[in-house]
């Protein structure tokens, strides 16, 4: 059948050029640092491309929601500082508002896909180690963002996006906390789908608190029987406690966890490193993630099934328009 | 005409793909969606079962160009248990040469096996014996079921007698291994099997451990245990209970720390249970269960070392 298509030397051309429009439109729509103003033919070349992007992304979303697609995945959004220094933006600040303008995008993606529950990696407890002035930057882009997010949900989606701010909030100054409780406030009705965001956070500090808290619960006479505190104990007193875990992607080429979910992490999770920045993070790069997903779900659900756990996803989602 | 049939047999398979694939949403009893959205979504179900299709060849491909790269490769139990000759001789020393000069190498390094490995005493030995041609001071086996400590006596004898592990230190090594409830070691002249603390002098040349599931969520679990009867006994307060107190009571009674680099053997990239803690500061190298049939365990554990030489780790900065 492609054959049969590629035969054709107009259809041939006509889908080389549609694809080349479309890999910069997706491709390049982080490359968005220059602020110098564009000329009008590149205005409507950037449009074409804009369009061609918009198409192909509808088209793969409709394609990949014809298969399973993951109830819960995480993102390590890893590479800002370096995009930023790449892009030669500004330091400190550039590369994270990038950052959240992609995560702003891998939210709006993840709605058209049916994924309900999105959990991202925006600070490590010791990311407090880096300079005071970048720390700052940080907590001044979360009491901003967060604030914005929750109000462009409420407004814009009919309440599509319920947030939480899963993370050690005593490390956080009284702005932040604010934020994250106003953005927790204002979308607590929202069933459409759950974002976690994990601010500040390790996950070694998540087991200790829920060891803490099984403590506290004995200590209260809450846990009648000592002898019942199991796995699924812990895991419900965890700061993400569930659904289960499907996919771990980590961008910008890091090969590690950097203490982010391992309790989830380690259940048989399928987990992605993915060799772009997270601001170059584009829908080609989920597309992939996600068919490569799809096509291991049997194995997963074989392996869980021997290992007594829960099987992974998989209704396909009703595509949202 | 040509066009004609094009369109044609697109709109039949995409019928034939529709009708004959996901029910779900007509049986639900949603609201009917009309042909066209029908046709629309069965010809992206067949993009997506060909997209499925073509990513299967290629990785199929792939690997079969890297089991013929593999088969010419470095063989570490050829190298170490082969006839004693300059030519074996010097290419041991070159490996180990460039294994030295390796500007980084894990203190800790964990390799996940499959449950089905056939032949796991052969492959703990190949890893040990790699571990310390690389100088590596710590090697831990994952399997998550218990096989391997059920064979620990015939491996703590393996490793003991082991010529290949001979060779690879250049001298019978002061090995320690853990297996949970109970240590073995060996050292010069023993024949392995239990070993008084006493007897043993000086620091280990490598510690081995072989963990299982139970070294993970089951221990944390124990530990939340523990604690709580403690509570309740009045021995502990609960804000006592904070990150440096349980990494405390979790951490290596050798004094090592959590696994650097994990390397996982299987197909899937998917760690099967492996102890969440432990993993805080662990890079992951995955490998293709196939690509170790061979007994290739050696090269692939120094393939890993090369990537981790490589990492830059930040530690959050």
């Known amino acids: 059948m492609l054959g049969l298509l590629l035969s054709h030397p107009w259809c041939s051309c006509m889908v080389l050029l549609l694809s080349v429009a479309s890999y910069i439109g997706v491709a390049g729509t982080a490359r968005t640092a220059t602020t110098e103003p564009a000329l009008p033919f590149q205005q409507r070349c950037r ?40 892009s030669q933006m500004d330091r400190v600040s550039g590369g994270h508002y990038a950052g959240f303008e ?7 993606w993840c709605r058209e896909l049916g994924i309900a529950n999105v959990s991202v990696f925006a600070f490590a407890i010791n990311n407090f180690g880096r300079s005071a002035e970048e720390v700052g930057a940080l907590m001044r882009l979360a009491e901003e963002k967060l604030v914005e997010l929750a109000d462009r949900s409420v407004a814009e989606n009919n309440r599509y996006l319920r947030i939480r701010v899963a993370g050690n909030r005593e490390l956080l100054p009284a702005g932040v906390v604010r934020s994250a409780e106003y953005a927790e406030l204002v979308t607590k009705d929202a069933t459409a789908m759950t974002l976690n965001v994990c601010f500040p956070y390790s996950a070694t500090d998540e087991i200790s608190c829920a060891i803490r808290r099984v403590v506290e619960d004995a200590e209260d006479g809450a846990i009648a029987e000592l002898a019942a505190i199991g796995e699924d104990t812990l895991e419900q007193r965890l700061r993400i406690p569930g659904p289960d875990l499907d996919i771990l992607v980590r961008t910008s080429g890091e090969i590690r966890f950097s203490n982010y979910m391992l309790w989830q992490s380690a259940r048989m999770a399928y987990i992605q490193f993915v060799d772009v920045f997270w601001p170059e993070f584009s829908f080609f790069h989920m597309f992939r ?17 021997q290992m007594g756990l829960s099987p992974s996803a998989a209704a396909a989602a009703a595509p949202s328009s | 005409m040509q066009g004609l049939v094009w369109v044609a047999s697109v709109l039949l398979v995409a019928v034939l793909a529709r009708v004959g694939g996901r029910k779900d949403r007509l049986q639900s009893g949603s609201s009917k969606q009309s042909m066209q959205r029908q046709l629309c979504n069965g010809a992206c179900a067949i993009s997506l079962r060909a997209i499925h299709l ?6 199929a491909f792939q690997a079969w160009v890297q089991s013929s790269l593999s088969q010419a490769g470095l063989d570490v139990r050829e190298l170490l248990e082969g006839d004693d000759n300059e030519l074996v001789a010097e290419k041991r020393q070159q490996i180990a040469d460039l294994l030295s000069s390796l500007p980084q190498r894990p203190a800790h390094l964990a390799v996940v096996l499959p449950d089905s490995r056939e032949d796991i005493i052969n492959d703990v030995e190949v890893l040990c014996a790699s571990a310390l041609l690389a100088k590596v001071p710590r090697l831990t086996i994952y399997t998550r079921d218990t096989s391997m400590k059920d064979s620990a006596d015939a491996i703590s004898s393996r490793l003991c007698k082991s010529k290949m592990v001979a060779r690879a230190f250049g001298s019978t090594p002061q090995i320690d291994l853990d297996i949970g409830s109970k240590r073995a070691g060996c050292s010069s002249g023993d024949t392995g099997g239990m070993l008084d603390e006493r007897k043993r002098g000086g620091k280990p040349d490598i510690c081995v451990s072989l963990w299982s599931r139970n070294n993970g969520y089951p221990a944390l679990s124990a530990l939340a245990r523990e604690l709580a009867g403690q509570a309740r006994n009045g021995a502990l307060r609960a804000r006592q209970v904070d990150e440096a107190f349980v990494a405390d009571r979790l951490a290596d009674p050798l004094g090592h720390c959590h696994p650097d680099l994990v390397i996982l053997v299987d197909d899937l990239a998917c760690l099967p249970e492996f102890p969440p803690w432990q993993l805080q500061n662990a890079e992951m190298v995955q490998v293709s269960s196939s690509s170790t049939a061979d007994g290739s365990l050696g090269r692939i554990t120094f393939g890993s070392l090369a990537r981790y030489a490589k990492v830059s780790r930040r530690w959050g900065r």
């Not at chain 1, 074409?48 to 993102?75: E, K, M, S």
């Not at chain 1, 992609?102 to 709006?108: A, G, I, P, R």
């Not at chain 1, 993630?289 to 869980?304: C, D, E, G, P, T």
Request: a positive charge.
């Open chain 2, 54 to 59: 073509g990513v299967s060849i290629h990785r």
């Open chain 1, 102 to 108: 992609k995560l702003s995008s891998v939210l709006e």
């Open chain 1, 47 to 86: 449009a074409v491309c804009g369009f061609c992007a918009t198409a192909a992304t509808r088209l793969l979303v409709r394609i990949v929601t014809q298969g399973p697609v993951p109830r819960h995945v995480a993102f390590i959004m890893d590479g800002n500082r370096r995009y930023a220094r790449k």
């Open chain 1, 289 to 305: 993630v996600l068919v490569s997903w799809q096509m291991a779900l049997r194995s997963i659900n074989k392996r869980k099934a």
